[in-house]
Each structure stands twice: as C-alpha cells, then as structure tokens.
C-alpha cells in the first residue's frame, strides 16, 4: 500500500488528526479562467489580478483563457465546475447582461449557478466620429442623422455586444433613424471607421484611444456617469442631454454556485485586497479601467440592474445568437 492509500483509509477510518485530513484552504493553485483571448484587455484584467490574490493566497492563481461565444462559453466551464474555490471565472459583460436575453435558453442558471464575488473593473467607452463626417458635436452628429435618416452607419463588435447596444440607446435617446453594421470586434469596427464605412462608433476607449491622440477620430462624448481622466475635455452624453445613454464595459469576479460561504469570504477578501492594491491600479490604467471592488451582494444587484437595462433593448432589437 503506497503512502497516498493508507493516508486515505486513515482519514476514512478517523484515526487521521483531523488538520492532517483537511488542510487549510487554499491548499493548492486556482485555476482562473478567462473568458477573451489572451493579449487583450481582459487578459491583462485576469493576470494583474491573479498576481495580486497570489500573493494575497499564499496560492498560485493560474489563468486560463477559455473563449468563445461572447465570453459565454469560459463562463458555461465555469458554472459546471466543481464549487471547491479551485476554479474561479473573469466574466465579461456581455456573457451576464445581454446574451441571457438573446438566446431561447441559456447553458447555466447564474443565479443558482455561478456565486458572484466582486465586479472586478469598469471600462469607459466614447462615441468617436471619422471626421469626414463634418461633425463636432454629439448634438450636431444628432441634427445631421435626423436631418439625412438612414444615412449614417454605426459600426459594432457584433449583434447584441455592449457596443451594438450603446449605439440602439443612442438612436432610442435621440430619436434618430441610424444604420447598424456589425463586425466580428471591435477592431475590424474601428478600420472600416478609419476608411469611412461607417461613420460612428462607440467602443471602449483603450481601443480608440491611438486614434484619438492621432486625429483619426473625433471623441464627441464619453458613455460614462462622469468623465474620464483619460480624455478629460471629452463631455459626457449626459452632459449632452442624454443621461440614459450609459454603457460601460465591465468586467467581474465569479465562482461555481454552492461555493462555501467561508471559502467565499477569503476569496473576496484576496480579490477586494488585490483590487485595492497600487500596482494593479497602474496596470489597469494602462486600459483606462477603473478597479471597481464590491461586496457580492453589490454585485449580484449590480448583474440585475444590467440586465434591467439592456433585456428590454436587446429584445427590441431582435438580437440572437
């Protein structure tokens, strides 16, 4: 009988102390999946904060990129994983807030399925022109489109992201008669922008951001609750009339559902640490992501008023996966 066997039936048998039989979690390293591709945004969001709970877990937190269908298919692995604190997943907003509304059933039930632990950042997003356009302003972009309707094409990273819907919230406030055009991301979005395609985008401002500082693009308002620090002078839409126009990318922190409410607690103690930290506010900088630590009760009605939100325009819109 080898060492691993008889240590096995001495903890079935009870004659095991009981701190040898269950070692204090964590106990070993946590996967921490992904759910975009690594070299993104969302990679650089996973790794800053592994890095930052390692150190906090005295564990090893792994990252594993898991992609597919809008960040869905990462989350789907996550949701059916084991609720032992060894698997935790970085879920995007588009996987918890408008997929659920464009498809007949959905792999999981979130509420049931996956324990919310934080959100984990949020990412301002701007409404840029090419300027060919002749526009300088988000009311003059608004005058043109009712003035010439169907005549401006907004492009998108696909039916149903974040960026499709900011642009329907957009044509909802301002009452203007716009053309869709989805692309397979955003960056294949933004050079048929660049090209003059399409003639308005709004997309996460890490991916406009070159362009902007190049004069590529004119930024006419931010779809945030305040500006940023990133393009100051850049209004926001509320600013500009439109304050239901809001639509930050997000990112959050989630583990299986079931998940011990003790291993819940160190786990969020690691993460709201790790998001507190310094080092990973300058990483998140670079993205222009704002670390954004919750309480999971704050998360979940956090995940609830998303969906308040965005089911309704999804609907309307008639978005399917």
């Not at 696909?158 to 044509?171: C, D, M, N, Q, Y």
């Amino acid at each position: 009988m080898d060492r691993r066997t008889f240590l096995a039936a001495l903890a079935a048998s009870g004659l095991l102390p009981r701190a040898a039989a269950a070692q204090p979690y964590p106990a070993k390293p946590i996967r921490l999946i992904v759910t975009f591709a690594a070299g993104g945004p969302a990679d650089l969001f996973g790794r800053a904060l592994a890095a930052g709970m390692s150190t906090e877990l005295g564990q090893q937190v792994v990252v594993e990129s898991r992609t597919g269908a809008g960040g869905l298919t990462g989350l789907s692995a996550a949701a059916h994983s084991t609720a032992d604190g060894y698997t935790l997943c970085l879920a995007g907003a588009a996987a918890l807030s408008t997929i659920p509304f464009m498809m007949a059933s959905m792999p999981f039930d979130w509420k049931t399925e996956l324990t919310p632990l934080t959100l984990v950042a949020r990412v301002p997003e701007v409404l840029v022109v090419n300027p060919s356009l002749g526009v300088a302003t988000l009311p003059e972009l608004v005058a043109h489109a009712r003035a010439k309707p169907r005549t401006v094409n907004f492009g998108s990273a696909g039916v149903g992201s974040i960026t499709h819907l900011a642009g329907e919230l957009l044509r909802d406030q301002a009452r203007i008669d716009v053309v869709h055009v989805p692309y397979r991301g955003a960056a294949p979005a933004v050079n048929d922008l660049l090209g003059g395609h399409v003639q308005f985008v709004i997309a996460d401002i890490p991916v406009l951001l070159p362009h902007i500082q190049a004069g590529a693009v004119k930024p006419l308002a931010v779809t945030t609750a305040k500006r940023t620090s990133v393009l100051p002078d850049v209004p926001t839409t509320a600013e500009l009339g439109y304050p239901g126009v809001l639509s930050d990318n997000w990112y959050g922190l989630v583990a299986p559902g079931g998940l011990p409410a003790e291993i819940a607690a160190v786990l969020h103690k690691a993460a709201t640490a790790a998001l507190a930290s310094d080092e990973l506010a300058r990483q998140f900088e670079t993205q222009a992501a704002i670390p954004s630590p919750t309480t999971g009760a704050e998360f979940v009605a956090f995940i609830e008023s998303e969906q308040a939100k965005w089911g309704p325009l999804v609907k309307a819109t008639g978005a399917r996966l």
